[in-house]
Nanobody, 126 residues
Framework: QVQLVESGGGSVQAGGSLRLSCAAF????????VAWFRQAPGKEREGVAS????????YYADSVKGRFTIAQDNNKSTVYLQMNSLKPEDTAMYYCAAAFLYSGPRWQREADYRYWGQGTQVTVSS
């Protein structure tokens, strides 16, 4: 059974940091695009960052460039999202998702992602 399990969410003050983890179970992460999306109350879900696991190519939304870093562990079974300099507008439910293709610049297209995690809440207070 394929599962993506997120962890690491929580509440922090503005300027703080959190690291989210996305662990993959039931399939190999060897040839996938893994992305983090987020959805704030009353807003549409948006892509935050993605990584292509075979070669580590990454993409970021403009709103998080320079603050967030997506990375994977050596055996490609876990993808991380390091979030620094957090802002109140980063408050959202964060989801990881996996697509069995190289999404490239179209990495924010949700229809490409076959598997989704259950989400982890990030709350940033001012």
């Amino acid at each position: 059974q394929v599962q993506l399990v997120e962890s690491g969410g929580g509440s922090v003050q503005a300027g703080g940091s959190l690291r989210l983890s996305c662990a993959a179970f039931g399939y190999s992460n060897s040839y996938t695009t893994v992305a983090w999306f987020r959805q704030a109350p009353g807003k549409e879900r948006e892509g935050v960052a993605s990584i292509y696991t075979p070669n580590g190519i990454t993409y970021y939304a403009d709103s998080v460039k320079g603050r967030f870093t997506i990375a994977q562990d050596n055996n490609k079974s876990t993808v991380y999202l390091q979030m620094n300099s957090l802002k109140p507008e980063d408050t959202a439910m964060y989801y990881c998702a996996a697509a069995f293709l190289y999404s490239g610049p179209r990495w924010q297209r949700e229809a490409d992602y076959r598997y989704w995690g259950q989400g982890t809440q990030v709350t940033v207070s001012s």
